[in-house]
T-cell receptor
């Protein structure tokens, strides 16, 4: 099956710092990737749709200046949490459609802890 | 809310028993998918059922879809301890390009 690599898997940072999370499709091109946020024992909440070569589309209530998304190539999307605060602590997961676009392939997620 | 509803929220069964999880959604869909998530990990795709299908099987998994009731069920037969995970349904809305996830069911299979 298709592979989506997400890095880092875990990050601990001080309040006020920025954190970058990378999402790569290893064996396919992904013109569109998705970023989700998940709180413990809850479902995935779509944050934004990342489009290669254009601006990301953010869901209602998601601050685009807080969560910067860059989809620089057909295999890489990055999410930068700027000036992170403890309330940004969460599990962030990326995903991408492959080819026929019928199912999503997920990265393994990034656990962000802001102290 | 962008989420659908799933029930039960949590399910605890003995190994060998069957597990049934239900999902309801709100809009017209192209397809419905079920995913599995082990704690602290990404999601793994289990099965996809299209809007014009009513039932689908894959190994020990059986999925049904009732578009008139906007609901789906996932049945795992002869459960194993390794099936312990959270299970999510997800829908692709007609005319849309987003996958919306249900609230999930946490399944615990006791050995």
């Amino acid at each position: 099956g298709a592979v989506v690599s997400q890095h880092p898997s875990r990050v601990i940072c001080k309040s006020g710092t920025s954190v970058k999370i990378e999402c790569r499709s290893l064996d396919f091109q992904a013109t569109t990737m998705f970023w989700y946020r998940q709180f413990p024992k809850q479902s995935l909440m779509l944050m934004a749709t990342s489009n290669e070569g254009s601006k990301a589309t953010y869901e209602q209530g998601v601050e685009k200046d807080k969560f910067l998304i860059n989809h620089a190539s057909l295999t890489l999307s990055t999410l930068t949490v700027t000036s992170a605060h403890p309330e940004d602590s969460s599990f962030y997961i990326c995903s991408a459609y492959k080819a026929d676009g019928e199912k999503l392939f997920f990265g393994s997620g990034t656990q962000l802890s802001v102290l | 809310s962008q989420q659908g509803e799933e029930d039960p929220q949590a399910l605890s069964i003995q190994e060998g028993e069957n597990a049934t999880m239900n999902c309801s959604y709100k809009t017209s869909i192209n397809n419905l998918q079920w995913y599995r998530q082990n704690s602290g990990r990404g999601l793994v795709h289990l099965i996809l059922i299209r809007s014009n299908e009513r039932e689908k099987h894959s190994g020990r998994l059986r999925v049904t879809l009732d578009t008139s009731k906007k609901s789906s069920s996932l049945l795992i037969t002869a459960s194993r301890a390794a099936d312990t995970a959270s299970y999510f349904c997800a829908t692709d809305e007609t005319g849309g390009f987003k996958t919306i996830f249900g609230a999930g069911t946490r399944l615990f299979v006791k050995a």
